[in-house]
């Protein structure tokens, strides 16, 4: 079935580590997205990508770095140097059609400190 | 600032029992209104997209109208299995529109059917 597998589900990091998330999707869309959740917070953009080899920041980029190699494939770097990590992190694609199509989630990744 | 407030931010229903999501937004240049639904541990579900003022969609228990300020979700007759947190975002730029990409969104209405 066509869809966005984040992984891995669970990821716990270190003081001082950085750590990658993984996003793939396999419905042939253009764009992709990350988006930081927080509780009682809104969805907040991280970055995002419409075509490969090509990103930009959104609101809170800040500590986080992302590549776009390859149309399917949308990795997010959580670094040392965000501070407050602790998120539900969920990533996002659409496609560019004739209309505004709306953005699909994967199932997200939930980040906490050890 | 652009922003999207959601309200009430909680809401429990007796099953059956109809009632209204609100959205409302203070933003300019509106490309699309998204309405998601999202469960506990996992993304966002996508149910409705709205471009302009009186435009309206339906499915299942579900409707969304919009109007030049906010957007309603009605959901008539609902059952314990519409309990999730619903979510109302805003796109604003685009690939086909200019400017940045992303959705903004409120903070979601947490709504509880019981049986």
């Known amino acids: 079935d066509g869809g966005i597998t984040q992984s891995p589900k669970y990821l716990f990091r270190k003081e001082g580590q950085n750590v990658t998330l993984s996003c793939e999707q396999n419905l042939n869309h253009d764009a992709m997205y990350w988006y930081r959740q927080d509780p009682g917070q809104g969805l907040r953009l991280i970055y995002y990508s419409q075509i490969v080899n090509d990103f930009q920041k959104g609101d809170i980029a800040e500590g986080y770095s992302v590549s776009r190699e390859k149309k399917e494939s949308f990795p997010l770097t959580v670094t040392s140097a965000q501070k407050n990590p602790t998120a539900f992190y969920l990533c996002?694609?659409?496609?560019?059609?004739?209309?505004?199509?709306?953005?699909?989630f994967g199932d997200g990744t939930r980040l906490s400190i050890l | 600032e652009d922003q999207v407030t959601q309200s009430p931010e909680a809401l429990r229903l007796q099953e059956g029992e109809s009632s209204s999501l609100n959205c409302s937004y203070t933003?300019?240049?509106?490309?699309?209104l998204f309405w998601y639904r999202q469960d506990p541990g996992k993304g966002p579900e996508f149910l409705f997209t709205l471009y302009s003022a009186g435009e309206e969609k339906e499915k299942e228990r579900l409707k969304a109208t919009l109007t030049k300020k906010e957007s309603f979700l009605h959901i008539t007759a609902p059952k314990p299995e519409d309990s999730a947190t619903y979510l109302c975002?805003?796109?604003?730029?685009?690939?086909?529109?200019?400017?940045?990409?992303?959705?903004?969104f409120g903070k979601g209405t947490h709504l509880i059917i019981q049986p």
């Open positions: 975002a805003v796109q604003l730029g685009g690939y086909s529109g200019g400017g940045a990409d992303g959705l903004t």
């Open positions: 996002a694609s659409r496609s560019f059609g004739n209309s505004n199509q709306p953005q699909h």
């Open positions: 933003v300019s240049g509106l490309r699309g």
